[in-house]
């Protein structure tokens, strides 16, 4: 019985067992199967739900969380607003370090979620005292009863997928995926989900999908963190300037990095030509995989998963916005092709 025909006796309830979608159009030219895990059908619009969930219940399950206690976090939104919408149900205050690269969307949803939000510049270093990290560890120190989730240091991150969102894409594909792709920054998802494939089949291939400005693929690649190749862009919630001890680098087989135009055409892609609404990061996800179909990475026999970790709506006013892109110089060619 699907989970929407019986009464819920919690929100919470709602979390997790997504669906996944045999995509089409998007992929028509591409060789082999390919299905998107759409996580913006969790409560909170997000894949963050599963990973905020899951570590404030094991908080409580230790004794560090107790009602009227502080939940803060440093985030780009997402997690954010999912710890905000548990707090709610669970009598917690919610506080928050944002990245200013957010969008406008995101940071209005999470003060309507209740929570504090302290908004921190994007173009610093991960050491400097006005970046989020930053932020976030002082306002736990401020806060009586805080704990910190510290989602890119924290292995309930990676543990959370590795107990749900692996077993569920394992069990829908029934056993035959070939191909795993998500996009990498705190590296929780691709990092849980990773592992468990790897358990069940170590020939499936895990792709880790890197931006342009970040610093993870060419970590992986060498073990070495090259500081000139930071560099601010635009998509949200994918690569880093440090490396989060979340990303289990030994689960992943390669990275793909992407840009910000293209990442953002195949956003506007998957939502015209699939009926997804997405958010950014999806469309790097697709991006990522027409170049992988042009290095002949997959054949006719391809089984391909594609995450798809939140909702559309938070970015009306960014990649769905002709005035965003246009300012971005995105449409300086307004028949330009997405699949290029």
Known sequence: MSRYNESMNSLF???????????????????????????????????????????????????????????????????????????????????????????????????????????????????????????????????????????????LNVEAHYHTTGPEIWNQTSGKITHLIASSGTGGTISGVGKYLKEKNPNIKVIGVDAYGSVLKKYHETGEIDPNEIHYYRIEGMGKNLIPSATKFQYIDRYVKVDDENSAYKSRLISRSEGIFVGYTSGGVLQATYQLNSDNEFNKDSRVVLIFPDHGSRYINRIYSDKWMKKQGFLKQENKKSNR
């Open 13 to 155: 309830g709602l979390i997790g067992n997504t669906p996944l979608i045999k995509l089409s159009k998007s992929v028509e030219s591409l060789n082999g199967s390919y299905y998107a895990k759409w996580e913006g059908a969790n409560p909170g619009h997000s894949i963050k739900d599963r990973i905020a969930l899951y570590i404030i219940e094991k908080a409580e399950q230790k004794g560090l969380l107790k009602p009227g206690a502080t939940i803060v976090e440093t985030t780009s939104g997402n997690t954010g607003f999912s710890l905000a919408m548990i707090a709610i149900k669970k009598g917690y205050r919610c506080v928050l370090a944002v990245n200013s690269k957010a969008s406008e969307d995101k940071i209005n949803m999470l003060r309507s979620m209740n929570a504090l939000v302290w908004v921190c510049p994007a173009k610093v270093s991960a050491n400097d005292p006005n970046s989020y990290y930053n932020v976030a560890k002082n306002l736990a120190k401020k806060y009586k009863n805080a704990i910190y989730v510290n989602q890119y240091f924290n292995d």
